[in-house]
């Protein structure tokens, strides 16, 4: 069963700072990875998807990821108190059936 | 858009009862996915399904059944509640079977069993 690690946090930043979360996952022939943001109480929305070796920017959020060292990252420029959430990585499963999830990285932006 | 329904976003149910959960999504997906989300647990997949009639156990069926009749719909049931079903379930979908493909959740039932 492949795994994938997060740190649990909380990830405290200030109101306008970068925010980093990253992820660390087992399966060495990962080629994709998805970031979901989840407000309490809410359902994890889809953020980002990455699916190559390299950055991908989409607004404030660059996602990264690295096969060599098995770690993805988000990062969240200018951190808004709007982007406190959870943030969970996923990875599919050998055979793509279904994602393995983090357990996901609590964030605090303060304002 | 992609659009997963669940029917209710919040039931109480006694001990014993046979729950129905109901999750439609409306853009012809072939997966469709049914997990719980505890606090300190994460996601926790309990079945899903790649196709009509076909399903999967996934980390945690015990307690769980579920039903795929059409493409849109996949229920998942209780066949006898316990109080250890409390928790915030999660209907997802994606595109296609065996696909590097993301999950498109649903807002979730809240589920308290009394």
């Known amino acids: 069963q492949k795994e994938v690690e997060q740190n649990s946090g909380p990830l405290s930043v200030p109101e306008g700072a970068i925010a980093s979360l990253n992820c660390t996952y087992s399966d060495r022939g990962s080629q994709s990875f998805f970031w979901y943001r989840q407000y309490s109480g809410k359902s994890p929305e889809l953020i980002m998807s990455?699916?190559?070796?390299g950055d991908k920017e989409d607004g404030r959020f660059t996602a990264q990821l690295n096969k060599a060292s098995q770690y993805v990252s988000l990062l969240i420029r200018d951190s808004q108190p709007s982007d406190s959430a959870t943030y969970l990585c996923a990875g599919p499963n050998t055979g793509f059936q279904k994602l393995v999830f983090g357990t996901g990285t609590r964030l605090l932006v303060s304002p | 858009d992609v659009k997963v329904t669940q029917s209710s976003r919040y039931l109480v149910k006694r001990t014993g009862e046979k729950v129905f959960l109901e999750c439609v999504q409306d853009?012809?997906?072939?997966?469709m996915f049914w997990y719980r989300q505890d606090p300190g647990l994460g996601l926790r997949l309990i079945y899903f399904?790649?196709?009509?009639?076909?399903?999967e156990k996934g980390d945690i069926p015990e307690g769980y059944s579920v039903s795929r009749e059409k493409k849109e719909r996949f229920s998942l049931i209780l066949e006898s509640a316990s109080t250890n079903q409390t928790s915030m379930y999660l209907c997802?979908?994606?595109?296609?079977?065996?696909?590097?493909?993301?999950?498109?959740f649903g807002d979730g039932t809240r589920l308290s069993i009394l």
């Open positions: 990455i699916y190559s070796n």
């Open positions: 853009m012809d997906h072939e997966n």
């Open positions: 399904s790649y196709d009509v009639k076909m399903k």
């Open positions: 997802a979908s994606s595109l296609l079977f065996n696909s590097n493909q993301p999950q498109h």
